[in-house]
T-cell receptor, first 117, second 115 residues
Framework: AQKITQTQPGMFVQEKEAVTLDCTYD???????LFWYKQPSSGEMIFLIY??????QNATEGRYSLNFQKARKSANLVISASQLGDSAMYFC??????????????FGKGTLLTVNP | GAVVSQHPSRVICKSGTSVKIECRSL??????MFWYRQFPKQSLMLMAT?????????EQGVEKDKFLINHASLTLSTLTVTSAHPEDSSFYIC???????????FGAGTRLSVL
């Protein structure tokens, strides 16, 4: 069974500083994808970044980077130069293709990030 | 990123009525869409996978007769909550799969309140 663990219910960071949100995963499938989504208080889910299990390099998208450590089964999100607008809930998710799962995502419980001015 | 539109954003209805929620992929075709439910301060719970031109696949414990899903075109999936009751009050959010990039793009969600 697939499982995503986010151990930080809440995180605080000062504006302009970097912050790391933790995510560990568990799967026996050799092919999988890891995603991070941002959910502001308005409720929409915003796609941030994707890492494939066979990707050799860590994914980056602007201020977002994914610290992918395959042996440790971790996929931490790093946000550089935090902004007040980064305050939101962040979800880590995993997609596996095994058993005809049809690209279903398994989500973690989320981390609530608060950026302080 | 791709755009997924979900409508309505908020609906209040009386107990016993049915409510239809639409999910549209605006700039790509989506053979597969997903419907989720989210309770306050919790993660997303997958309800069903919507497949264009075929029956939806429901997750265990989700009543298919209560939550009717129709995916009649490559850009539109609908979720109908039939005979809604107060316990159906929740935040419902859809996503559309952009297969070329293997990414689910989400709508803005619908907050359903059943009185």
């Amino acid at each position: 069974a697939q499982k995503i663990t986010q151990t930080q219910p809440g995180m605080f960071v000062q504006e302009k500083e970097a912050v790391t949100l933790d995510c560990t995963y568990d799967t026996s499938d050799p092919s999988y994808g890891l995603f991070w989504y941002k959910q502001p208080s308005s409720g929409e889910m915003i796609f941030l970044i994707y890492q494939g299990s066979y990707d050799q390099q860590n994914a980056t998208e602007g201020r977002y980077s994914l610290n992918f450590q395959k042996a440790r089964k971790s996929a931490n999100l790093v946000i550089s130069a935090s902004q007040l607008g980064d305050s939101a809930m962040y979800f880590c998710a995993m997609r596996t293709n095994s058993g005809g799962s049809n690209y279903k995502l398994t989500f973690g419980k989320g981390t609530l990030l608060t950026v302080n001015p | 990123g791709a755009v997924v539109s979900q409508h309505p954003s908020r609906v209040i209805c009386k107990s016993g009525t049915s409510v239809k929620i639409e999910c549209r992929s605006l700039d790509f075709q989506a053979t597969t869409m997903f419907w989720y439910r989210q309770f306050p301060k919790q993660s997303l719970m997958l309800m069903a996978t919507s497949n264009e031109g075929s029956k939806a696949t429901y997750e265990q414990g989700v009543e298919k007769d209560k939550f009717l899903i129709n995916h009649a075109s490559l850009t539109l999936s609908t979720l109908t909550v039939t005979s809604a009751h107060p316990e159906d009050s929740s935040f419902y959010i859809c996503s559309a799969l952009w297969e070329a990039w293997d990414i689910q793009y989400f709508g803005a969600g619908t907050r359903l309140s059943v009185l």
